[in-house]
């Protein structure tokens, strides 16, 4: 009788440790830290890369053309930015870095376009029928886009065994609205090495 309680007492103890190591566990942490788990596409990538691809946009002769020629800071809108991955990658989130990128720069103004400029735009038709004579807002008062950004992301994944490389590739170019022609073109390149310890991915 003994030695059954013994083992029951055991086997409880190991069912306990079992549940409490399977455990979810979360931990805030600071934003700006970089945390890698899988080594695919993450915040961080974004925010680098649209910092780094705006600054060098923003660097190349077209902009210092445009301001010296109309005498203000070019208006940009930014479009669609294909994802050609194999993985879920938000292209809302990327977009607002390259727009937070372009207006923190202080080199260019920034424009809605998209979905969201279609609610904006019906919100103001509404005021034209809903709102007082005093706040209602005009019509066809918008700040026109002198460029739009357009691009697209692209993966290439290598793997052997337990091992994995992935390949990004993120293309920008900056048009022209009017005349279509571009001005930038630009291309940012990540390439991440990626080990498995335990079996299985």
């Keep these: 009788m003994n030695s059954s309680r013994l083992i029951a007492g055991i086997l409880s103890l190991i069912l306990i440790g079992a549940l409490t ?12 830290e970089q ?13 680098m890369v649209s910092d780094e691809m705006i600054n060098d946009c923003l660097s190349h002769a077209w902009q210092g ?39 923190n720069s202080g080199r260019a103004r920034v424009v809605q376009s998209g979905a969201a400029l279609d609610e904006l735009r019906a919100v103001r038709q509404d005021q034209q029928d809903f709102a007082s004579p005093e706040t209602r807002k005009r019509l066809q008062e918008e700040l026109g886009a002198d460029f739009i950004l357009q691009g697209v992301i692209n993966k290439i994944v290598d793997m ?11 293309d920008l170019e900056l048009i022209d609205i009017e005349t279509a ?21």
């Design 21 to 32: 190591s399977c455990t979810t566990r979360v931990y805030r942490v600071d934003e700006r």
């Design 65 to 103: 053309r445009f301001v010296e020629a109309q005498g203000r800071l070019p208006v940009v809108a930014v479009g669609t930015v294909y994802n050609k991955t194999d993985e879920h990658i938000s292209p809302d989130v990327f977009i607002k870095d390259l727009e937070r990128a372009f207006m």
């Design 181 to 201: 022609e571009k001005h930038w073109a630009g291309q940012k390149k990540l390439k991440k090495y990626v080990q498995k310890r335990s079996f299985g991915w």
């Design 160 to 170: 052997e065994g337990s091992k994995r490389v992935y390949f990004y590739q993120v």
């Design 35 to 47: 945390i890698d788990l899988s080594g695919k596409w993450n915040d961080t990538d974004s925010q």
